[in-house]
C-alpha cells in the first residue's frame, strides 16, 4: 500500500487515551455539532453527520453524549459558532505539519499554534506551504480478530468503491477516497465489521525520516497542539526512527 500508515499512530494513542478521554470527545462534540448545524441533525440526509458519528463511535464515545452534540449544533444551544482554520507549517528538521483547528477566537488561536511551532523549533507558513504534500483520504484501520477472512473483508471493501486494501500484523487499513469514505465505511459496519479508526485524513506523499532526537522534538509539538482545545487534528510527514515510542 501506498501512503503512510497511521496504525503507529493509533497505536501510541491508544496508550493515552484514557487521560485525554475527555479532551478527545470535546474536539468530536464540536465536530458533531458544527456537521449538525451545517447539514442538519438527521445522519440519514447528513453525510458529513454520519462520518463524524462513525468517528465518535470509533473513540467509543457514549450514545447520550453524542446525541447531545449533535442537537447543540440543531440550536438547542446558543452560542456555537466555530470557524474552522487550518495552519500549515514546518517542525523541526524541516518536517511538514497541517493543523486542523475548530475555533471561535481566531486571534487565541493562531496565538497559541504559532508558539507551539516556535518552542519546538519550527515555525508556521503561509497557506499552501505544505498542503500540496498530503493527499485528503478516507482510512479505516480494524483490528485483526481470529476467525476473520482477510480475502473477504478485503473484497468487501474493494466492491464497495476502496482505493487500496493493506494487510498489517495487527490490523487491516483501508484507504478511499474522500467521496467514497462513507459508502465504503457503510458497506463495513452493515458486515458486521467494528473499527479502531474511521476518518478522512491527510496522509503525506513522502516521509521525512528523523533520527531520535528530532523524533523527540516532533512529537514534543504534536503534543502541544493537540493539547490545544481549538486543535481537531494534527497530521504530520515525520517518519520516526524504530524503536521510538510517541
Known amino acids: 500500500m501506498s501512503g503512510h500508515s497511521k496504525w503507529h499512530n493509533i497505536q501510541a494513542k491508544k496508550g493515552k487515551t484514557d487521560a485525554k478521554r475527555g479532551k478527545i ?7 458533531l455539532a ?25 473513540n467509543n464515545m457514549p450514545q447520550d453524549t453524542i446525541t447531545r452534540a449533535i442537537k447543540k449544533g440543531a440550536g438547542e444551544m446558543e452560542g456555537l459558532n466555530y470557524e474552522e482554520i487550518v ?26 499554534v504559532r508558539a507551539a511551532f516556535t518552542k519546538q523549533g519550527g515555525n508556521l507558513g503561509s497557506t499552501g506551504c505544505v498542503s500540496f504534500m498530503f493527499q485528503s483520504k478516507g482510512q479505516i484501520i480494524i483490528e485483526k480478530q481470529d476467525g476473520m477472512d482477510e480475502d473477504e473483508i478485503m473484497m468487501q471493501a474493494l466492491d464497495a468503491g476502496a482505493e487500496d486494501f493493506d494487510a498489517q500484523e495487527e490490523v487491516f487499513e483501508i484507504t478511499t477516497t474522500p467521496e467514497d469514505f462513507g459508502t465504503v465505511r457503510e458497506a463495513l459496519e452493515g458486515a458486521g465489521l467494528e473499527f479502531l479508526s ?5 496522509i ?22 493537540e493539547d490545544d482545545d481549538d486543535v481537531q487534528d494534527v497530521y504530520h510527514n515525520a517518519e520516526f526512527p524504530e524503536g521510538f515510542e510517541e
Open 204 to 225: 503525506p506523499d513522502t516521509m521525512s525520516e528523523v533520527d531520535m532526537e528530532t523524533a523527540v522534538k516532533v512529537q514534543k509539538l504534536i503534543d502541544k497542539l
Open 25 to 31: 470527545f470535546t474536539k468530536i462534540g464540536k465536530e
Open 34 to 58: 458544527m456537521a449538525s448545524k451545517n447539514g442538519g441533525s438527521n445522519p440519514d440526509t447528513n453525510s458529513k453527520l454520519r462520518d463524524v458519528i462513525a468517528k465518535a463511535k470509533a
Open 198 to 202: 474511521a476518518e478522512i485524513t491527510m
Open 87 to 112: 495552519y500549515e507549517g514546518y517542525g523541526p528538521s524541516g518536517v511538514a505539519v497541517i493543523v486542523k483547528t475548530l475555533t471561535d477566537n481566531k486571534n487565541r488561536t493562531a496565538g497559541n
